[in-house]
């Protein structure tokens, strides 16, 4: 990663240390949270011995410790709380973000991530061939364009800049990926939320983001692509630089997954990826981390529902993530639940595939055991 510096960087980038005003934000913060019920990974793993090693430290992009945990101090209500102001952070910064990374991911980080291997997408098939309980699948995955810092160190010019580099990327997708551009910059406020109601594009306001320096310059330099039959979409520039994504409706993983592979290549063709050994590809929010990789479903599961003590149970013995029918952060809908692989480092790509697939299959015949 280059050291594209931007200007609040460059502005905080002298030598080595967090200024004085830093420091007297962290302690007051750490302070609040510590006094908090918080349930964030933030305030579970930041002890006193970490928040002391780590408060005085800066990468070379000029981030502090305030810069990664901000959203968590201002949002108790956070799962996690932590970002990466800028890839050095996972390292300067990695008292912090290697245990919460481990509890996510549920991998030891003494080994590094796998190669990318999607292995042969038509290994999947169709979890729903009656099309009774699956609405739709969708798999997205994030990436990390090299030689551009993450939201908080990025200038106005860098979303400008990425937009621009994407447009020209996506001109050149043929056949099924063929599609448009569309910056949110020259989208109405009725298009844009018939799109975010449909589930295609990401919301705008997430308070966490938001907390976390993420969302400046908006709505400049953020937009979506998608394909004639808005089966393959890429969002640029909202939480990550890319979501690239796969959905329809059933329960066709295969199909899905396919396309999404196909997908990935022909951005690739165009775009260097930044990725670590240890970490695979990089993400601003640790728990993307790896493959990058959600697979998820929306499923009508009502007699699980009625007992979501035991619907959570067992999501999490099949490593499940439950949300929402309108993504992260919302409320089932109808009855429609969003459900899709937690884990997403410490696997390839088909392994992650495989534990939904593996996954969704047992919620299904759990459903239908069901009284
Ligand atoms: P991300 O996968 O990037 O974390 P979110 O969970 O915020 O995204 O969801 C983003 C949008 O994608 C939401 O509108 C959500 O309803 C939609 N979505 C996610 N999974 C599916 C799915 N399987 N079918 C249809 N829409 C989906
Ligand atoms: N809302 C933040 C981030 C959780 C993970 N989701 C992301 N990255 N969209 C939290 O700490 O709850």
Request: contains cysteine; aromatic residues 10%.
């Amino acid at each position: 990663m280059s050291k594209a510096k931007c200007k609040k960087c460059e502005e905080k980038c002298g030598k080595g240390k967090a200024s004085p005003e830093v420091l007297n934000q962290l302690q007051t913060g750490y302070e609040k949270l510590a006094k908090s019920d918080s349930g964030s990974m933030l305030k579970r793993f930041l002890t006193k011995d970490v928040f002391d090693k780590l408060k005085f430290k800066k990468t070379s992009f000029g981030s502090t410790l305030l810069d990664c945990i901000q959203s968590g101090l201002q949002n108790f209500d956070s799962s996690i709380g932590v970002y990466a102001a800028d890839p050095e952070c996972y390292t300067v910064f990695k008292e912090l973000f290697d245990p919460i990374i481990e509890e996510y991911h549920k991998f030891k980080l003494i080994a590094n991530q796998p190669a990318t291997d999607w292995g042969p997408p038509n290994a999947f098939g169709n979890l729903d061939p009656k099309g009774d309980i699956i609405v739709s699948t969708r798999v997205r995955c994030c990436r990390t364009l090299k030689g551009f810092p993450l939201n908080p160190c990025m200038t106005e010019n860098h979303y400008q800049e990425i937009e621009k580099l994407m447009q020209s990327t996506f001109n050149t997708l043929t056949g099924d990926l063929k599609g448009t551009y569309n910056s949110l910059s020259s989208m109405t406020k009725e298009v844009q939320q018939k799109l975010i109601d449909d589930h295609y594009l990401f919301k705008e306001g997430d308070k966490f983001l938001q907390s976390a320096n993420a969302c400046r310059f908006w709505p400049t330099g953020r937009g979506i692509f998608y394909n004639e039959k808005k089966t393959f979409l890429v969002w640029v520039c909202e939480e990550d630089h890319l979501r690239i994504m796969s959905m329809q409706n059933g329960g066709n993983v295969g199909e899905v997954y396919t396309r999404l592979v196909s997908g990935v290549g022909e951005i690739q063709k165009k775009n260097e990826f930044v990725t670590n050994e240890k970490f695979g590809y990089l993400t601003f929010c640790p728990t993307n981390l790896g493959t990058t990789i959600r697979a998820s479903v929306h499923i009508k599961v009502p007699k699980l529902a009625a007992n979501m003590t035991k619907f959570k149970d067992l999501a999490d013995r099949y490593h499940l993530q439950i949300r929402g029918a309108a993504g992260e952060h919302s409320a089932p809908k109808d009855g429609i639940y969003d459900l899709s692989n937690k884990r997403r480092l410490g696997l390839t790509e088909h392994q992650c595939l495989k534990e939904m697939f593996d996954g969704i299959t047992e919620i299904i015949k759990a459903e239908k055991a069901e009284k």
